[in-house]
């Protein structure tokens, strides 16, 4: 079985497949944000007894580089307060524009270290979430030029260049830089190989939706499982730098990562980030799976694919993080079609 079909529009203009040969340096020359909602709680969609009427939403940011090329993110809400998280990641455009964004571990602690905005976090909450957008944005951005899904560029680094994306100020006590590089060293020689594989077979799948529709049994199975393993969330933490750091201590401590996916476009992001651990450094995927809620799919334009109970290797190039521009126009929040039509 293969689920769900890709839309036919094009998310944003055509632009190159790749990078010019040569074009190492490229500066991002725009920001565009937009507050974009779906209106789930009219079927109660994700919706539990902390959470009664989610409405499903992206604080979602757009980069353009001087070369042509976009990278997409989002932060993920559930409606009300998603104009504040947007406004957040409005605040980080002095760190991103006119900046060489090759630097993916400097641009990530500039902003992640600015004084006063940590004031609003630190390390957590919207000014945290807003980071994952913009920084998950610039990896998208980077594997698009590159011409390459987002969980093969961190598979082809060298283990020198993953751990430069780390900040190990809060790790050095339970991880210091040279384990790290011992960690990613001793998966370099099978990387080829698990590639190939990834390929053929995918990345095993799960999926919590029979404890959402009232399987208590297999819920409380699934609970008790998730206390020996790590939830990592794609766009809770501050982007992939940080899900890098995590996937390095789970390998350190034997922990086995299952990710927590679902809402808008959490799924897509997701993927990369199991399938470029598998790859580049645990080196395994057993007793690891990756979370599948199949819901709003079809308003990406590289949408998750599901084979025989596993995620389909991504194979176009970017973080999956694309919207269609008319899912955008159509869900912009309060003026877009589908709002004004249900708020009269």
Not at 52 to 59: I, K, Q
Not at 78 to 104: C, F, K, S, W
Not at 134 to 163: I, Q, T
Not at 275 to 290: K, Q
């Amino acid at each position: 079985m293969t689920v769900p079909v890709a839309g036919t529009a094009p998310a944003t203009i055509p632009v190159p497949a790749t990078a010019p040969a040569g074009s190492g340096v490229y500066r991002v020359v725009s920001m565009r944000t937009h507050d974009i909602r779906f209106p789930t709680s009219l079927e109660l969609d994700g919706s539990d007894a902390m959470n009664p009427d989610p409405d499903y939403s992206a604080a979602y940011v757009v980069l353009s580089t001087d070369d042509g090329f976009e990278g997409h993110g989002f932060a993920f809400t559930i409606g009300r307060g998603n104009e504040v998280q947007t406004a957040a990641i409005r605040v980080l455009e002095p760190y991103v524009l006119g900046r060489d964004a090759e630097n993916m571990g400097t641009l990530w602690k500039d902003m992640v270290h600015d004084s006063q905005l940590r004031w609003l976090g630190p390390e957590k909450g919207v000014m945290h979430m807003a980071i994952s957008a913009v920084v998950n944005a610039l990896w998208d951005l980077k594997a698009k030029r590159a011409g390459k899904p987002l969980w093969l560029l961190p598979a082809e680094m060298s283990p020198e260049e993953f751990v430069a994306l780390v900040d190990f100020r809060y790790l050095t006590d339970a991880l210091t830089p040279e384990e790290a590089l011992a960690i990613l060293r001793a998966a370099e020689p099978g990387r080829r190989g698990r590639i190939a594989h990834l390929r053929e077979h995918g990345y095993p799948a799960y999926t919590t939706s029979p404890g959402w529709l009232g399987d208590d049994d297999k819920l409380r199975r699934l609970c008790r499982e998730a206390i020996s393993s790590v939830q990592i969330d794609a766009a809770r933490v501050a982007g992939v730098n940080e899900n890098v750091a995590i996937l390095l201590l789970a390998a350190r401590f034997g922990v086995p990562v299952c990710p927590h996916a679902g809402g808008v476009g959490l799924c897509e992001l997701v993927q990369h980030l199991s399938m470029f651990d598998y790859v580049a450094v645990s080196g395994s995927t057993e007793n690891r799976v990756i979370e599948y809620v199949d819901h709003l799919r079809e308003h990406f334009a590289d949408p998750v694919v599901i084979e025989n109970g596993a995620y389909v290797a991504p194979s176009l190039p970017g973080f999956g993080a694309t919207m269609h521009a008319s899912s955008i126009a159509d869900h912009s929040y309060p003026d877009g079609p589908v709002w004004r039509s249900l708020n009269g």
